[in-house]
């Protein structure tokens, strides 16, 4: 979430990226090596990834969330989440299918 892979092209079309914090970065990571890497999908987990993606609607008005890791999909999609889930794995593989990449 630190680093300026996915944020690069956001930025570029002058996007603005907002991530959690640091303690909900921390919790985010260690859900996904404890849980999503070893295919563990725990509903207490998606309860408060979304909790922490309605605060970031609500104080920072995010439109969207980046699926940047390619576990979360196994929580998150648009049907769960309080707003659209930008799955980067599908994205990317639309942008081959499509010959744009």
Do not use: W
């Not at 570029?12 to 985010?28: F, L, Q, R, T, W």
């Not at 929580?75 to 799955?87: A, I, Q």
Request: net charge negative.
């Amino acid at each position: 979430m630190t680093g300026d892979f996915f944020k690069k092209p956001f930025y570029d079309s002058g996007i603005e990226i907002v991530v959690p914090n640091a303690e909900k970065m921390d919790y985010i990571n260690y859900k996904i090596s404890s849980e999503l890497e070893r295919g563990i999908v725990n509903k207490e987990t998606l309860k408060i990834f979304q909790n922490v993606i309605a605060h970031m609607q609500k104080d920072h008005g995010i439109e969207a969330v980046v699926l940047g890791c390619t576990e979360l999909p196994l929580l998150l999609n648009d049907n769960v989440s309080p707003v659209p889930c930008l799955d980067t794995m599908q994205l990317h593989i639309q942008a081959l299918i499509e010959g744009i990449v």
